[in-house]
């Protein structure tokens, strides 16, 4: 069996381009997860940069608007780590 290299897709082709923003997205994410001392706003990629807030409005508005600048998604998980709501920016 031979093998054969095979070209580099165009970035012009549609499907990299939806996959590409879509990559993009993710990393633009934030995580909004309950904990003991609070609700905490992390990147999804940099959880160790999380900002601590006091309620959940608190950290949900200000994640929110984070993610809107980076058009973004908002993901809320509870103290289990269970997906509890996600939110579009």
Known sequence: MTSKELPKPSSSN???????TAVRKGLDSLFV??????WSVAPAISPGKAV???SKEEALQQ????AKSKH???????QAGSL??????
């Open 63 to 66: 994640a929110k608007a984070a």
């Open 14 to 20: 549609k499907q990299i381009q939806e996959y590409m």
């Open 33 to 38: 997860v309950e904990t003991d001392n609070g």
């Open 72 to 78: 973004g998604e908002v993901f809320v998980f509870d």
């Open 52 to 54: 601590i807030h006091a």
């Open 84 to 89: 509890i709501g996600q939110e579009q920016t």
